[in-house]
């Protein structure tokens, strides 16, 4: 008779469970080319191609790369993948240029470009609680002020970045779950 009173108890757990994942936002990834042509960009001019923007070098003057989105339908970010090419490095001997990253505004995390860095491609990644909101904009700021005659970095355009949400439970979801747990351990107190 235990047995089949557990049973009753497991099987209202899952039909719990499985109600539950009815109502969950899916994980998504929307992906973007970053810094663009259409990026607002903060720095010194100078002899630059057509596939660099920069001179970034000073926080004084707010040097930082920005963009914004619309309808990107990514809500709940929680991770943001950035490849940056560093096209020219003209830092000297331990200068470095230090940024924020900043999705809808929220500072994500740093990184750091230094003399002995070289240029070419590199990597980043964050991880981080959720954003709320749509994914609207990406910025890097610089944070630090290179002295006069110590060089700066460029920045290529057209690189790969990636935004990203984890499979979240809507607010109602996690209310019926609750519920359910709740009947269930009640449905167990009795029997006990």
Do not use: C
């Not at 860095?117 to 610089?142: H, P, Q, R």
């Not at 809507?170 to 519920?179: C, K, R, S, V």
């Amino acid at each position: 008779m235990k047995a089949i009173a557990m049973k009753s108890i497991v099987g209202a757990a899952l039909s719990a469970f499985m109600l539950a994942g009815t109502n969950m936002v899916h994980a998504a990834t929307y992906n973007f080319n970053f810094p663009s042509y259409t990026s607002n960009v903060v720095s010194s001019a100078g002899s630059l191609s057509a596939i660099d923007i920069g001179y970034f070098w000073s926080v004084s003057r707010g040097d930082q790369v920005s963009e914004t989105f619309s309808g990107s339908g990514l809500f709940g970010t929680t991770s943001l993948e950035l490849e940056l090419n560093v096209t020219q490095n003209v830092l000297s001997q331990g200068a470095s240029v230090d940024w924020d990253v900043l999705v809808n505004g929220v500072d994500v995390g740093d990184w750091s470009w230094t003399s002995t860095s070289g240029t070419g491609l590199t990597y980043l990644s964050y991880t981080f609680a959720a954003i709320s909101g749509e994914f609207n904009s990406l910025a890097l700021v610089v944070k630090n002020e290179v002295p006069g005659g110590l060089g700066s970095i460029a920045l290529g355009v057209n690189t790969e970045a990636s935004v990203s949400n984890s499979v979240v439970p809507e607010p109602d979801t996690l209310g019926f779950l609750l519920a359910g747990l709740a009947v269930v351990s009640l449905v167990q107190r009795k029997r006990a």
